[in-house]
């Protein structure tokens, strides 16, 4: 089956605007994360859902970040008033539940914030 | 504050040899580990995991061991061949709600695998 899909695979914006990252997770998989990885870093936990909710929202860096998952499916990564340092590769996992510790990465989107 | 930490940014292993990747921890609330390949403009992919009530798990070329007194965990790929260059992540997982940590897995820092002809 189709695995976890991210759109755009590059994003490309200026300081101050406004983007959205969509991931699209394996079909049935309940629990969905975002992760950021900078360069030379591991990625970074920000935010999960088990279902429709925010299961647990610690990692994210600050107020201008904001994610969605309306029916429990498709999720959206909001960043508002973008600076160049969130730049970064931004990765969604799923997992089938909260409870599976194995989760499957998408191919990620590429932030660059000029 | 690493919690986890992967000391070597890279490792040359000729072809046919073992490699072997190593993965420290600081938190003694983790139970469950995982370890993930990259290649270049992918998502990471899952290779293997073990829990922390062993302290082997085995799954053809990859073997992980986990010495929970210590606090390390190694793969071990065998034999390497040239398909395994890539970059390798050791990942760690608290118990839900166990506030040991995000509920996410906690990456370390990558360890870039060369394995020469």
């Known amino acids: 089956g189709a695995g976890v899909s991210q759109t755009p695979s590059n994003k490309v914006t200026e300081k101050g605007k406004y983007v959205e990252l969509r991931c699209d997770p394996i079909s049935g998989h309940t629990a969905l994360y975002w992760y950021r990885q900078s360069l030379g870093q591991g990625p970074e936990f920000l935010i999960y859902f088990q279902g429709t909710g925010a299961a647990d929202d610690s990692g994210l860096p600050n107020d201008r970040f904001f994610a969605v998952r309306p029916e429990g499916s498709v999720s959206t990564l909001k960043i508002q008033r973008t600076e160049r340092g969130d730049s970064a590769m931004y990765l969604c996992a799923s997992s089938l539940s909260l409870a599976d510790n194995e989760q499957f990465f998408g191919p990620g989107t590429r932030l660059t914030v000029l | 504050d690493q919690q986890v930490k992967q000391n070597s940014p890279s490792l040359s292993v000729q072809e046919g040899r073992i490699s072997i990747l190593n993965c420290d921890y600081t938190n003694s609330m983790f139970d469950y580990f995982l370890w993930y390949k990259k290649y270049p403009a992918e998502g990471p992919t899952f290779l293997i995991s073990?829990?922390?009530?062993?302290d082997k798990n085995e799954d053809g070329r990859f073997t992980v061991f986990l010495n929970k007194s210590a606090k390390h965990l190694s793969l071990h790929i065998v034999p390497s061949q040239p398909g395994d260059s890539a970059v390798y992540f050791c990942?760690?997982?608290?118990?839900?709600?166990?506030?040991?940590?995000?509920?996410?897995?906690?990456f370390g820092k990558g360890t870039h695998l060369i394995i020469q002809p």
């Open positions: 073990i829990s922390s009530i062993k």
């Open positions: 990942a760690a997982r608290a118990p839900m709600y166990s506030g040991g940590g995000a509920d996410g897995l906690t």
